[in-house]
Nanobody, 126 residues
Framework: QLQFVESGGGLVQPGGSLRLSCAAS????????EGWFRQAPGKEREGVAC????????YYADSVKGRFTISRDNAKNTMYLQMNSLKSEDTAVYYC???????????????????WGQGAQVTVSS
């Protein structure tokens, strides 16, 4: 049975940090590219970060570059999103995704991913 379970969301003050995790079972993450997307109320889902399977290269949206880090632990079959220096505009539901052939976070890229986590609320507020 395929499962992709997210954890780690919550409420944090501006400038704080959170780490999101997605644990996979029933399939192997390292054979696919993975991505993190987010959706704020009233806005479209947007790509945040992705990591390639071939060489581990990573790509980030300009809005999070230098603050967020995507990673994957092959031994644990788990992917992560480390979020530092959080801002109020980072508030959204965050989704992990996998199953893509290549790293993709631009417009329309969500269709490249076959498996999605259930979503985790991240709220940045004082």
């Amino acid at each position: 049975q395929l499962q992709f379970v997210e954890s780690g969301g919550g409420l944090v003050q501006p400038g704080g940090s959170l780490r999101l995790s997605c644990a996979a079972s029933g399939f192997t993450l390292k054979y696919y590219a993975e991505g993190w997307f987010r959706q704020a109320p009233g806005k479209e889902r947007e790509g945040v970060a992705c990591i390639n399977t071939s060489d581990g290269s990573t790509y980030y949206a300009d809005s999070v570059k230098g603050r967020f880090t995507i990673s994957r632990d092959n031994a644990k079959n788990t992917m992560y999103l480390q979020m530092n220096s959080l801002k109020s505009e980072d508030t959204a539901v965050y989704y992990c995704a996998t199953g893509a052939r290549y790293c993709c976070i631009g417009y329309g890229c969500s269709t490249e991913y076959d498996y999605w986590g259930q979503g985790a609320q991240v709220t940045v507020s004082s």
